[in-house]
């Protein structure tokens, strides 16, 4: 007999969190329950890292669905780390995990060093989110600040092509990956790693420990941003990276056009359940505008599509840039049009974009110091 949601559900809350002393089901720490026949398939989300713990109710939750539910379930649970339920289990007051020895003992910040987490998403493909993203990285390093960008888009990396990287990074004795620095920007990416010919045929949960170690097991040292170039889509793999990552704001890319405005505003909600306030949207290949005729624009994919979209879901606009032809080869020769014409239109919109994102993080950080809040004045 096939096996059903209900049940497994029902079995789950005989499984108790020790630190909280309530059930996995009351404390809405399973997600992603999938059940077709005897196959269960479900993500145990913690609020930290915490292995023996993890282990601990992995193997309770095998033996409740196994005592109240079929002994031949087959299961496959995967751990999750979503640092958003440590506010919602704790009320946002910190508290001391659990050592291997059953003593205390506090677990390590993630990206320690690293003052603003800033990322870059898009809810489809091909709307340009890496292109704006290495700006984005290439525009804060000029106006002074130390930048980092992370390529966490393991399927196809884009970022060593953009900043024209064909070296493997350095491996530190204490086995630490050192980020090659180019552009004035500190760089990860899983395209240093492999072959280009290559491709990575991996499972979400093979994706999500990769970006792990990307933020655990490299050394970026201090850095006043650090940019998460995200694969594009609002799957299991962005949320667990969103979750994981103690992430400051996001920027979400979109073209004009009413397929990728969907999939935008999908990313903006996508945010908003994780409580990753959004610094605002970009409006990429906004228009074409000939090289002979530069006071013309015509709007291929739609007219101000991302502009209305900000203004209906009252989040900031932070500006369009054009479909450029220089844009796409300074790209695809490996210097961001920030760096190699810094004078260009594209260029100018690319800064004013990167001004714009610090201004919306002021903004934020002026509301939770309860210092009051300013406008951000985007001009239609």
């Given at each position: 007999?096939?096996?059903?949601?209900?049940?497994?559900?029902?079995?789950?809350?005989?499984?108790?969190?020790?630190?909280?002393?309530?059930?996995?089901?009351?404390l809405?720490?399973?997600?992603?329950?999938?059940?077709?026949?005897?196959?269960?398939?479900?993500t145990?989300?913690?609020?930290?890292?915490?292995?023996?713990?993890?282990?601990?109710?992995?193997?309770?939750?095998?033996?409740?669905?196994?005592?109240?539910?079929?002994?031949?379930?087959?299961?496959?649970?995967?751990?999750?780390?979503?640092?958003?339920?440590?506010r919602?289990?704790?009320?946002?007051?910190?508290?001391?995990k659990?050592?291997?020895?059953?003593?205390?003992q506090?677990?390590?910040?993630?990206?320690?060093?690293?003052?603003?987490?800033?990322?870059?998403?898009?809810?489809?493909?091909?709307?340009?989110?890496?292109?704006?993203?290495?700006?984005?990285?290439?525009?804060?390093?000029?106006?002074?600040?130390?930048?980092g960008?992370l390529?966490?888009?393991?399927?196809?990396?884009?970022i060593?092509?953009m900043?024209?990287?064909?070296?493997?990074?350095n491996?530190?004795?204490?086995?630490?990956?050192?980020?090659?620095?180019?552009?004035?920007?500190?760089?990860?990416?899983?395209?240093?790693?492999?072959d280009?010919?290559?491709?990575?045929?991996?499972?979400?949960?093979?994706?999500t420990?990769?970006v792990?170690?990307?933020?655990?097991?490299?050394r970026?040292?201090?850095?006043?941003?650090?940019?998460?170039?995200?694969?594009?889509?609002?799957?299991?793999?962005?949320?667990?990276?969103?979750?994981?990552?103690?992430?400051?704001?996001?920027?979400?890319?979109?073209?004009?056009?009413?397929?990728?405005?969907?999939?935008?505003?999908k990313?903006?909600?996508?945010?908003?359940k994780?409580?990753v306030?959004?610094?605002?949207?970009?409006?990429?290949?906004?228009?074409?505008?000939?090289?002979?005729?530069?006071?013309?624009?015509?709007?291929?994919?739609?007219?101000?599509?991302?502009?209305?979209?900000?203004?209906?879901?009252?989040?900031?606009f932070?500006?369009?840039?054009a479909?450029?032809?220089?844009?796409?080869?300074?790209?695809?020769?490996g210097?961001?049009?920030?760096?190699?014409?810094?004078?260009?239109?594209?260029?100018?919109?690319?800064?004013?974009?990167?001004?714009?994102?610090?201004?919306?993080?002021?903004?934020?950080?002026?509301?939770?110091?309860?210092?009051?809040?300013?406008?951000?004045?985007?001009?239609?």
């Amino acid at each position: 007999m096939a096996i059903r949601k209900e049940q497994i559900l029902t079995a789950l809350t005989h499984v108790l969190h020790p630190d909280y002393e309530k059930d996995l089901i009351t404390l809405d720490l399973i997600q992603d329950l999938i059940v077709q026949e005897k196959y269960v398939s479900f993500t145990l989300e913690l609020p930290a890292e915490n292995k023996p713990l993890a282990a601990e109710l992995k193997k309770k939750c095998t033996e409740a669905i196994h005592k109240f539910v079929d002994k031949e379930a087959v299961l496959d649970i995967t751990v999750g780390i979503n640092i958003s339920k440590k506010r919602e289990l704790e009320g946002g007051e910190e508290k001391e995990k659990r050592s291997p020895e059953g003593g205390q003992q506090q677990q390590p910040p993630i990206l320690e060093g690293v003052k603003q987490i800033i990322a870059v998403a898009s809810g489809k493909g091909g709307v340009g989110k890496s292109t704006v993203a290495a700006n984005l990285a290439v525009s804060l390093s000029k106006a002074g600040h130390s930048v980092g960008l992370l390529d966490t888009d393991i399927y196809g990396p884009s970022i060593p092509t953009m900043f024209g990287v064909t070296e493997r990074p350095n491996i530190t004795t204490d086995k630490k990956l050192v980020p090659v620095f180019k552009h004035g920007v500190h760089l990860v990416s899983m395209g240093f790693l492999v072959d280009t010919d290559q491709a990575m045929i991996w499972r979400g949960p093979m994706v999500t420990s990769a970006v792990k170690q990307f933020m655990q097991e490299v050394r970026w040292g201090e850095l006043d941003y650090l940019i998460l170039d995200l694969p594009p889509g609002t799957g299991d793999i962005q949320l667990t990276i969103v979750q994981t990552v103690p992430l400051t704001g996001a920027v979400i890319v979109s073209t004009p056009q009413t397929v990728a405005l969907d999939d935008a505003r999908k990313g903006v909600a996508m945010f908003g359940k994780v409580n990753v306030p959004v610094l605002g949207i970009v409006e990429n290949m906004a228009y074409f505008t000939p090289p002979d005729m530069p006071e013309k624009k015509y709007y291929i994919f739609g007219k101000h599509g991302a502009r209305k979209l900000a203004r209906k879901l009252e989040v900031p606009f932070l500006g369009e840039v054009a479909l450029q032809e220089n844009i796409r080869d300074t790209s695809d020769t490996g210097t961001p049009v920030v760096e190699s014409q810094p004078d260009s239109a594209a260029a100018k919109s690319f800064m004013q974009i990167g001004q714009r994102v610090q201004q919306a993080l002021d903004t934020q950080q002026k509301v939770a110091d309860g210092s009051g809040k300013i406008e951000i004045n985007i001009r239609p």
